[in-house]
């Protein structure tokens, strides 16, 4: 396998585990409050680019799903799931 499937397959996954493992607790009714994305000086344009991106893995079959949350200032602006339908965990 080449260097960069293997990155594909391995590095990104993971990272996208680590972003996400850095606020475990902030989830919609954890007590981290949710916001919108220009309230804490984001683009919900650019917000909404993650979904599909994460889409692409899971129908390249990069990963079964994908969990991605982002925060700002102490507020999430961004939560979404998405996985493989049918898969089995």
Known sequence: MNFQKTIARVG??????LINTTALGAKPGS??????????????ERLNRIGPAMQKYI?????????TMVARRGK?????CAWLYGYRW
Do not use: Q, R
């Open 12 to 17: 990104v996954p993971l990272l996208l585990i």
């Open 31 to 44: 007590g981290m409050p949710m916001a919108k994305a220009k309230s804490v000086g984001m683009s919900a």
């Open 59 to 67: 129908d390249d079959g990069l990963v079964p799903g994908t969990v």
């Open 76 to 80: 999430v602006v961004h939560f979404e």
